[in-house]
């Protein structure tokens, strides 16, 4: 396995990649906890589900968030080894507060940053709309230096809306491939699947969009997309409606469109758009811990970068704004990044 520089340690030379094959494991097994536990509360409090718990700097927390909360934490202290000391971050955990396993040893001490989002798709689920995503990464500790670009293991489940029988996950050590399999909520097993991302070499009669959720940017990020496919030749060719927009209301929800293959590119740019129109941090966008299994879609042949083309090095938190862009394929990247990289000059 070819492992990046960013795995050496102090404590050691590199990671182990059967060290790495463990925690990617683990991550699949906290995950199928997690959607399991939701699944159990739906059947008694999905009236609960919607009700606002909290506010914090990172999300609006939501009942349904709050029910995963403890559930990750028991499962911490019960099943992650002694030997691969820890921090966790994820929402729930106040800032300032460490989180570590074993509970409590000093930061300095742990190996690995542990970044979750428990439900990405919270809005989806507690309206049993459509699925949301556990989302998992582990990177080597280096402190507030830790990034995106130090990832090694990423895993993400999905976590089924009530009519749904089935539960896909995806997981991978960095340079080993991407791991499809789906679970039978019904049968409880386990099959293979096998995924690919859209190898078509433009955007016509596919999927492809920027995200655009709330009233809050729609009109800046939706003249911006008008302009970008006008400048590729895509608006209004042969009559138009040649490229189809799909608004899956979490990111971890778009990288599973772009894995298997549904869409072809998918971007967020909503930090740039809200600082163009003074919104400020207060405005819902993507963070890293929403972002964490960009991994994923990279080891099955997809791209995700900055809007520039540039990797994603911001660092491992829960408040952090992150602006991204996913593809398919390199095709794909370089037909837009020139043309979106001049259009956000002109207009952010």
Request: hydrophobic share 40%; with cysteine; glycine share 8%.
């Amino acid at each position: 396995m070819n492992l990046p520089t960013c795995c050496r340690l102090a404590s050691s030379p590199i990671v182990k990649s059967n060290e790495l094959e463990q925690t990617r494991s683990l991550l699949c097994g906290l995950q199928n906890h997690i959607r399991d536990t939701l699944i159990a509360a739906r059947a008694q409090h999905a009236h609960t589900f919607a009700r606002v718990a909290a506010v914090t700097a990172a999300d609006t927390i939501y009942q349904v968030d709050k029910i995963t909360e403890e559930a990750i934490f028991h499962w911490f202290e019960r099943h992650w080894p002694k030997s691969l000391p820890v921090e966790l971050v994820m929402e729930g955990i106040e800032d300032g507060e460490v989180v570590t396993y074993p509970r409590g040893i000093p930061l300095k001490r742990t190996r690995y940053k542990c970044i979750l989002d428990p439900i990405d798709g919270t809005r989806n689920l507690m309206y049993d709309k459509r699925s949301a995503w556990a989302l998992a990464a582990l990177a080597p500790q280096r402190g507030p230096r830790t990034h995106l670009g130090d990832i090694v293991v990423a895993v993400m489940t999905e976590l089924p809306t009530g009519k749904m029988f089935r539960s896909d996950q995806f997981s991978a050590v960095r340079g080993g491939g991407l791991r499809s399999r789906t679970f039978n909520l019904l049968t409880r097993r386990w099959s293979a699947i096998t995924v690919r991302p859209s190898q078509a070499r433009d955007f016509e009669h596919g999927f492809a969009s920027l995200v655009k959720f709330f009233p809050e940017g729609k009109g800046l990020l939706g003249t911006l997309e008008e302009k970008l496919w006008r400048e590729l030749g895509l608006h209004g060719k042969n009559g138009g409606q040649l490229v189809f927009d799909d608004q899956y209301i979490s990111t971890g929800g778009q990288l599973y469109e772009l894995i298997v293959g549904h869409d072809r590119m998918l971007g967020d740019l909503r930090p740039a758009a809200y600082a163009k129109l003074g919104l400020g941090a207060a405005s819902l966008c993507c963070h890293p811990y929403d972002i964490c299994t960009a991994l994923l879609l990279q080891e099955a042949g997809g791209l995700v970068e900055a809007p520039d083309g540039k990797p994603l090095r911001c660092r491992l938190d829960t408040t952090t704004p992150v602006a991204w862009m996913g593809y398919a394929n390199p095709t794909l990247a370089r037909q837009v990044r020139p043309v979106l990289k001049r259009l956000m000059t002109q207009m952010f």
